[in-house]
């Protein structure tokens, strides 16, 4: 792909440009800051392995997928029990509730020019399921296999399709599946001319794009940024910046340092002591949405010690969730102990865990470890993780558990991860679509616990053999009465949180800071639900100028 910086940096002269007009009629020059048709963006980006939908499941990844494809449907960020139409602007289910048709909106069109057609919906379903990477699992879980999907997802007409699910689903459990990344829609002709060696185009679409949505890529440099620019072939409003600049920055505090300059727009990383320094900022605001987003430690059974259902409820009690909610996440999360996120069907507000070290040594006695253990907990390099993860090595100690922490990026940390051959793990996971099932069948539910398993959830991860709970999530996403599926999911949380080795910690509330001339930035519930394509950036001086100087911002 060709480099965005040669654009970005003619831009910056016209700035510079601007300026020095600006203080040739008299006029006080502002802070430095980012071209107006452009928003810059900072954020710890490192977890993104892939821009291929088929492939893509990490947080920052999802936000990218957002912008750059087109889904059948998607929901409304406002009430995300909502579908809105996407492609598709008719949909219906059968009688017996396993054939599901869709009508898809007329002139489409992908960023290359192609028209968008129901052969490329059709196809791109069908190669998440033949490439049967990460996120394939929120298609196969609906009976397509590799043998069956093309006989199952199939085209009826130039505007419509069908999808045969292998049992009568909760409908809103199917719609909201088809919100995810992995459904996203693929311009075929594009991918297949890239193809290489029957991969269904894999090895150019890492890097690349075939999409159609209201911003396109541009570019990725590992690390370090996304550049992200108007589609004007996106059939709905367009994109009101001209591009979107992502870089990757960890550290909370030289994001600050950078919005405060006015080099960055938008940070989205800050920690509750640089939201609290910039709260007097008149030149800073934020905004927070509570996210469908959960952090936990969990704990490998393939471990020996952390096998003890002893030791699992030991570290329950060994983390000191008072301290963590009114420092480490404060305005930025809300102490949180069961799988579901508050917002989805079922999700539980009990909290019956706090730090008691006495209760911990007891169940370590119990288990036969007097003495404590050693163990090692692998970690992002990223707050609040960090901190967190810092403060829990401290408390365990208390109890005699030696916790050695091993650092890393998160693709080193994800990596190992899920091969499962970590001890400890501290993560987050984010909904991948508005339905309790996204949480409940990776945190409980794990249908093969061996090596070799294809479904490879969290529960798998952690080599957490789950049978009878498994059974109960696959009963609950079948259940299509939601008052009862609603308690089917306030039981498995409560086995949940007495038996599992997950030691769940909060769920975030995300929080963006950004310059005074920002506006229409809503952080989405779930991480591809951020659209960066409706923000705008003005000058509040009228006329394209700051007040008391040019709207190029510019440096003193």
Same mark, same amino acid.
């Given at each position: 792909?060709?480099?965005?910086?040669?654009?970005?940096?003619?831009?910056?002269?016209?700035?510079?440009?601007? &300026?020095?007009?600006?203080?040739?009629?008299?006029?006080?020059?502002?802070?430095?800051?980012?071209?107006? +048709?452009?928003?810059?963006?900072?954020?710890?980006?490192?977890?993104?392995?892939?821009?291929?939908?088929?492939?893509?499941?990490?947080?920052?990844?999802?936000?990218?997928?957002?912008?750059?494809?087109?889904?059948?449907?998607?929901?409304?960020?406002?009430?995300?029990?909502?579908?809105?139409?996407?492609?598709?602007?008719?949909?219906?289910?059968?009688?017996?509730?396993?054939?599901?048709?869709?009508?898809?909106?007329?002139?489409?069109?992908?960023?290359?020019?192609?028209?968008?057609?129901?052969?490329?919906?059709?196809?791109?379903?069908?190669?998440?399921?033949?490439?049967?990477?990460?996120?394939?699992?929120?298609?196969?879980?609906?009976?397509?296999?590799? +043998?069956?999907?093309?006989?199952?997802?199939?085209?009826?007409?130039?505007?419509?399709?069908?999808?045969?699910?292998?049992?009568?689903?909760?409908?809103?459990?199917?719609?909201? &599946?088809?919100?995810?990344?992995?459904?996203?829609?693929?311009?075929?002709?594009?991918?297949?001319?890239?193809?290489?060696?029957?991969?269904?185009?894999?090895?150019?679409?890492?890097?690349?794009?075939?999409?159609?949505?209201?911003?396109?890529?541009?570019?990725?440099?590992?690390?370090?940024?996304?550049?992200?620019?108007?589609?004007?072939?996106?059939?709905?409003?367009?994109?009101?910046?001209?591009?979107?600049?992502?870089?990757?920055?960890?550290?909370?505090? %030289?994001?600050?340092?950078?919005?405060?300059?006015?080099?960055?727009?938008?940070?989205?990383?800050?920690?509750?002591?640089?939201?609290?320094?910039?709260?007097?900022?008149?030149?800073?605001?934020?905004?927070?949405?509570?996210?469908?987003?959960?952090?936990?430690?969990?704990?490998?059974?393939?471990?020996?010690?952390?096998?003890?259902?002893?030791?699992?409820?030991?570290?329950?009690?060994?983390?000191?969730?008072?301290?963590?909610?009114?420092?480490?996440?404060?305005?930025?999360?809300?102490?949180?102990?069961?799988?579901?996120?508050?917002?989805?069907?079922?999700?539980?507000?009990?909290?019956?865990?706090?730090?008691?070290?006495?209760?911990?040594?007891?169940?370590?006695?119990?288990?036969?470890?007097?003495?404590?253990?050693?163990? %090692?907990?692998?970690?992002?390099?990223?707050?609040?993780?960090?901190?967190?993860?810092?403060?829990?090595?401290?408390?365990?100690?208390?109890?005699?558990?030696?916790?050695?922490?091993?650092?890393?990026?998160?693709?080193?940390?994800? %990596?190992?991860?899920?091969?499962? %051959?970590?001890?400890?793990?501290?993560?987050?996971?984010?909904?991948?679509?508005?339905?309790?099932?996204?949480?409940?069948?990776?945190?409980?539910?794990?249908?093969?616990?061996?090596?070799?398993?294809?479904?490879?959830?969290?529960?798998?991860?952690?080599?957490?053999?789950?049978?009878?709970?498994?059974?109960?999530?696959?009963?609950?996403?079948?259940?299509?009465?939601?008052?009862?599926?609603?308690?089917?999911?306030?039981?498995?949380?409560?086995?949940?949180?007495?038996?599992?080795?997950?030691?769940?910690?909060?769920?975030?509330?995300?929080?963006?800071?950004?310059?005074?001339?920002?506006?229409?930035?809503?952080?989405?519930?779930?991480?591809?639900?951020?659209?960066?394509?409706?923000?705008?950036?003005?000058?509040?001086?009228?006329?394209?100028?700051?007040?008391?100087?040019?709207?190029?911002? &510019?440096?003193?």
């Amino acid at each position: 792909m060709k480099s965005a910086l040669p654009v970005l940096n003619r831009r910056l002269l016209g700035v510079a440009a601007a &300026c020095a007009l600006a203080i040739s009629h008299g006029l006080t020059p502002a802070l430095a800051a980012t071209p107006k +048709d452009t928003v810059v963006v900072a954020w710890a980006i490192d977890d993104i392995i892939t821009m291929d939908p088929g492939e893509s499941f990490e947080i920052s990844a999802g936000e990218i997928m957002g912008h750059a494809y087109d889904r059948l449907v998607r929901y409304d960020v406002n009430d995300p029990s909502k579908l809105v139409a996407d492609v598709a602007t008719k949909w219906s289910v059968s009688a017996d509730g396993k054939t599901y048709s869709f009508e898809l909106r007329p002139g489409v069109k992908f960023a290359s020019g192609n028209a968008l057609t129901a052969e490329d919906v059709v196809y791109s379903l069908q190669r998440a399921v033949l490439l049967d990477k990460t996120p394939a699992f929120i298609m196969t879980q609906f009976g397509f296999t590799k +043998d069956n999907v093309k006989d199952k997802i199939k085209q009826t007409g130039p505007l419509t399709l069908t999808l045969e699910t292998d049992k009568s689903y909760a409908p809103t459990f199917v719609y909201n &599946c088809l919100t995810a990344n992995v459904a996203s829609i693929l311009d075929k002709k594009l991918v297949m001319s890239k193809e290489v060696n029957g991969d269904l185009g894999y090895g150019w679409l890492k890097t690349n794009y075939a999409g159609s949505g209201a911003l396109k890529l541009r570019e990725w440099r590992a690390n370090e940024i996304v550049a992200l620019e108007r589609n004007d072939n996106y059939y709905g409003d367009k994109s009101k910046p001209a591009r979107v600049i992502y870089r990757h920055i960890k550290e909370a505090a %030289t994001q600050r340092l950078l919005l405060e300059k006015g080099d960055i727009d938008i940070a989205r990383n800050l920690q509750p002591q640089d939201l609290a320094a910039l709260a007097s900022n008149k030149d800073i605001k934020t905004t927070a949405t509570p996210k469908g987003t959960v952090y936990y430690f969990s704990l490998n059974q393939k471990n020996p010690n952390l096998a003890k259902p002893e030791v699992r409820e030991a570290l329950k009690w060994l983390v000191d969730y008072a301290a963590i909610g009114d420092t480490m996440i404060k305005n930025i999360g809300v102490v949180h102990q069961n799988f579901l996120p508050v917002g989805l069907l079922g999700a539980s507000t009990e909290r019956p865990y706090k730090l008691d070290v006495d209760k911990a040594k007891a169940l370590l006695a119990k288990a036969g470890l007097p003495n404590g253990f050693k163990v %090692t907990i692998d970690m992002r390099t990223v707050q609040p993780v960090q901190g967190i993860t810092e403060n829990f090595q401290q408390t365990a100690k208390r109890a005699g558990i030696d916790v050695e922490i091993l650092p890393g990026d998160a693709k080193q940390t994800l %990596t190992k991860y899920r091969a499962r %051959t970590h001890d400890i793990y501290i993560g987050q996971w984010g909904a991948d679509y508005w339905d309790p099932h996204t949480n409940a069948d990776t945190f409980v539910r794990n249908p093969d616990n061996s090596d070799a398993a294809k479904s490879k959830p969290l529960a798998w991860r952690n080599g957490w053999d789950i049978p009878e709970l498994t059974k109960k999530a696959d009963a609950a996403v079948l259940e299509r009465d939601a008052n009862k599926r609603k308690v089917m999911y306030e039981e498995m949380q409560s086995d949940f949180r007495k038996t599992s080795p997950f030691v769940m910690l909060f769920q975030q509330t995300e929080v963006a800071a950004m310059r005074s001339d920002v506006q229409g930035l809503k952080i989405g519930p779930t991480s591809d639900s951020t659209y960066m394509h409706k923000v705008t950036k003005y000058a509040p001086g009228g006329a394209g100028l700051e007040p008391g100087g040019a709207g190029a911002n &510019c440096a003193p």
